[in-house]
């Protein structure tokens, strides 16, 4: 690429690092107010104790552990994409790569953190962590609990890793380009590199060997999260197909947050040149794909259940279709599928706008299909002497309301302090001979100018 | 400490100068090539392409795999508390924690190598210019035997400037 083209890429995408408007502060303030709200809220729950929220014999778990399911769904959205991606060498992957990947690290983040919360003495975590104790009592490996602690760290600690191995020669980049303070930092994140064929090599490998070892590990991580429901004799957890279904779920959420999280991005930080309709138009595809996946289980398990018309069972089926939980179990099956299927199976449909209404649809729907695996089935086990009904108190709105507040803010300050698209990655990309065909460009082009 | 280096703006111009300073009798080891992003199909950017990597994760998967398999049976053997009816040792439940701590390692240790082999955290080399990350690519040599030669067959190749620091 020349050197003029190279100029204008690294100062469009380092414009959001060393510009700053009081728009920027003013959405950082109100983002960080409701957070500490949250963590006052969280204070005041530690100190009154777990009383304070609706969790309630037969409900032990409630919002706590939907949220934690749900973050780690949302989690799904990046590194698994984005090492499928890289596998496949998909040339439209690299302005995505990065936004999909922060938002894998911050939602395993909030997700693992719902488990602490909802421990009530959540200066006991340790516990959970194998070391021997003075009494030499280990961790019992054959809890499912006990799986998800190694799970959350292996995916976590590669996701990380696979998030912040790609910045370093854009740390180089903005060392090379800025001043004072900025330089030192920058300097020093970028642990001096040059970009020598050698560096470059020794990356790409490391990239590749990452990407094959972290897909097992993200499609792990969310049956893990299902075998915490599917090892209980609960109605309606105890299926072989929780594992496979949570996964689909899981990566149908991702998608969705990261549809928004690029549209966002998109927008605010004027990055039209590089998030192009192209990258909508495949990511909804992958989109109505996933929700013709989730539609597809949802009836699989449905039908399984009704056919099989075990008391048990059927009372939490009939209890989410038809009974009190009824308007949300509705409501979860438009904004996952209705909605989705709707607006991305038409092509005129399938616009940006298109995009984000379906994924903020798809964002709902799946908080909803979390709670609703959660709920019912605990509030209707077996014998109906022992049901339960479970309402929300303020302390677990205002915490979950508190991690999406968190998660945002997180991804801002991200966006400030790193660029939020891989400038080499782009930059390679652009080279003669990543050069799209000729089929390929035209067809690039009249999207570009249909959907601009 | 000197070195000699100029800046190229395509990869066949900056391949030419590297032909040109093996021309001239400098060895390839002694060649500095810097760019800001990969160079694919470039012969001069295909040096140092062999690694371990594949390899050492390998074997750190290996490691981990051992690890995990060691610690879920003397755990288990440490506090031989039956559970759920499962065995002492239940190897169903031990496999997830194997197979995390192996996918660990494996991760761990390409990292690790990454990070050694490409000599991160590490000083600047002595030849660098912010250019680089402009598009422009950095062919020199450092302390040269011949820097009259190095600077010729870097000009040949069509520098614009070539530096000597």
Redesign the interface.
């Known amino acids: 690429?020349?050197?003029a083209?190279?100029?204008k890429l690294?100062d469009d995408l380092l414009r959001p690092l060393l510009e700053t408007s009081w728009r920027f502060y003013a959405l950082v303030a109100f983002l960080g107010s409701i957070v500490l709200m949250g963590l006052c809220t969280w204070a005041y729950q530690m100190y009154m104790g777990f009383g304070m929220t609706g969790i309630n014999n037969p409900i032990f778990w409630a919002f706590y552990i939907t949220n934690f399911v749900f973050w780690i769904g949302i989690s799904h959205a990046g590194t698994l994409i984005s090492a499928i991606l890289r596998l496949v060498n998909a040339g439209w992957r690299r302005p995505v790569t990065r936004c999909a990947e922060v938002i894998t690290a911050f939602a395993l983040m909030i997700g693992a953190l719902f488990p602490i919360i909802h421990l009530g003495r959540p200066w006991l975590f340790f516990w959970l962590m194998?070391y021997p104790s003075e009494r030499?009592?280990?961790?019992?490996?054959?809890s499912p609990l006990?799986?998800d602690f190694?799970?959350i760290?292996?995916y976590l600690?590669?996701s990380v890793?696979f998030l912040v191995?790609p910045m370093?020669?854009d740390f180089?980049?903005v060392r090379?380009?800025t001043t004072g303070w900025r330089r030192r930092v920058y300097g020093a994140l970028s642990?001096?590199?040059?970009?020598?064929?050698?560096?470059?090599?020794?990356?790409?490998?490391?990239m590749s060997?990452?990407a094959i070892?972290?897909i097992?590990?993200a499609v792990?991580v969310h049956t893990?999260v299902s075998f915490d429901f599917s090892m209980a004799p609960v109605p309606m957890w105890h299926s072989t197909m929780f594992g496979p279904y949570f996964v689909a779920g899981a990566i149908f959420s991702g998608i969705a947050g990261l549809i928004i999280a690029m549209a966002a991005l998109r927008k605010f930080l004027h990055l039209e040149a590089y998030l192009q309709p192209l990258h909508f138009q495949n990511l909804g595809k992958l989109l109505l794909l996933m929700s013709l996946l989730w539609a597809y289980f949802v009836f699989a398990e449905r039908l399984t259940i009704w056919y099989g018309n075990e008391p048990s069972e059927i009372a939490v089926m009939y209890v989410t279709q038809k009974g009190s939980f009824a308007p949300l179990y509705w409501t979860m099956v438009v904004c996952n599928f209705v909605i989705p299927f709707t607006v991305l199976s038409l092509r005129k449909l399938r616009t940006i706008s298109g995009c984000v209404v379906a994924s903020f649809g798809v964002v709902v729907g799946m908080w909803l299909e979390r709670f609703l695996i959660v709920v019912p089935s605990l509030g209707h086990k077996y014998l109906p002497y022992s049901w339960g009904v479970y309402r929300p108190r303020p302390v677990e709105l205002m915490i979950t309301v508190a991690t999406f507040a968190a998660m945002t803010l997180l991804y801002v300050l991200f966006s400030k302090l790193v660029p939020i698209i891989s400038i080499?990655?782009m930059?390679?990309g652009q080279?003669p001979?990543?050069a799209p065909t000729p089929a390929v460009a035209r067809r690039e082009a009249v999207l570009g100018e249909t959907h601009a | 400490m000197s070195a000699v280096y100029a800046l190229y703006p395509d990869g066949d111009s900056a391949g030419r100068a590297v032909n040109g300073l093996r021309a001239a009798g400098v060895s390839g080891d002694a060649i500095t090539v810097i760019t800001g992003e990969p160079i694919e199909h470039h012969e001069f950017f295909e040096t140092d392409k062999a690694t371990w990597m594949w390899y050492i994760a390998s074997f750190g998967g290996l490691v981990g795999l051992l690890f995990a398999t060691w610690l879920t049976r003397m755990t288990e053997l440490a506090w031989p508390l039956k559970t759920g009816n499962m065995p002492i040792v239940a190897w169903w439940p031990n496999l997830i924690i194997m197979f995390e701590l192996t996918m660990l390692f494996a991760i761990l240790s390409a990292v690790i190598t990454l990070l050694v082999t490409a000599g991160l955290p590490g000083r600047r080399s002595k030849i660098y210019d912010p250019r680089v990350m402009d598009g422009r690519i950095l062919v020199g040599v450092a302390d040269p035997a011949d820097a009259a030669a190095v600077e010729r067959a870097l000009a040949g190749a069509g520098a614009a400037e070539v530096i000597r620091n």
């Open positions: 690429m020349s050197e083209s190279s100029r690294s194998p030499l009592i280990w961790p019992n490996f054959r006990v799986w190694f799970a760290t292996t600690t590669g890793l191995l370093i020669p180089a980049l090379d380009k642990l001096g590199w040059t970009g020598t064929p050698k560096q470059w090599h020794r990356l790409e490998s490391a060997i990452m070892a972290i097992p590990v792990s893990i080499w990655e930059k390679a080279h001979t990543h």
